[in-house]
T-cell receptor
């Protein structure tokens, strides 16, 4: 089964505090994972992918195959990080294409 | 560079009617994917078109159908609308199977 679980629907932190958005996945193949972000009144956009191992806007995410997790972390949250965050898994389809399987999302609010 | 554009942005239909949603791909992209996002849920894959052919489909009934045109724009058609079809429909384009670029979506309400 292909599944992405984001256990927290809402997460609220204060500016300057560390933040961790949790993501767990279930996938029988070799996983490729992503974090997407949707800021208020903007479209869904890619934040980062695990294969690139990069830090975007101070966010990092490490794939832990043993724990089947891909948590998103930032050491010092900023007010502009307030947004909806979706974890996604790339999976194959019967037609030979690839699709993204999304979690339900976590709404992050960074308070001043 | 023009991003992904979708139309209409909002529409209201009644049960049993049919709807067509449109998507213009980002310049240079040849693949279009459609996703349905119900309230409080993450996007769910409907299907994908590559070079005018459907090449992948999620768990949606046949009344969900689509087209991709030679200019790589796309349509999503839904027949015999049901109340549960009320959702935000997202189109995403990509170059082959690369990074997806999403449109702002079409919000469908079925009464």
């Amino acid at each position: 089964a292909q599944r992405v679980t984001q256990p927290e629907k809402l997460l609220s932190v204060f500016k300057g505090a560390p933040v961790e958005l949790k993501c767990n996945y279930s996938y029988s193949g070799s996983p490729e994972l992503f974090w997407y972000v949707q800021y208020s009144r903007q479209r869904l956009q890619l934040l980062l992918r695990h294969i690139s191992r990069e830090s975007i806007k101070g966010f990092t995410a490490d794939l832990n195959k043993g724990e089947t997790s891909f948590h998103l972390k930032k050491p010092f949250a900023q007010e502009e990080d307030s947004a909806m965050y979706y974890c996604a898994l790339r999976a194959g389809t019967q037609g030979g294409s690839e699709k993204l399987v999304f979690g339900k999302g976590t709404k992050l609010t960074v308070n001043p | 560079e023009t991003g992904v554009t979708q139309s209409p942005t909002h529409l209201i239909k009644t049960r049993g009617q049919q709807v067509t949603l449109r998507c213009s791909s980002q310049s240079g992209h040849n693949t279009v994917s459609w996703y349905q996002q119900a309230l409080g849920q993450g996007p769910q894959f409907i299907f994908q078109y590559y070079r005018e052919e459907e090449n992948g489909r999620g768990n949606f009934p046949p009344r969900f159908s689509g087209l991709q045109f030679p200019n790589y724009s796309s349509e999503l058609n839904v027949n015999a609308l049901e109340l549960d079809d009320s959702a935000l429909y997202l189109c995403a384009s990509s170059l082959s199977f690369g990074e997806l670029f999403f449109g702002e979506g079409s919000r469908l309400t079925v009464l």
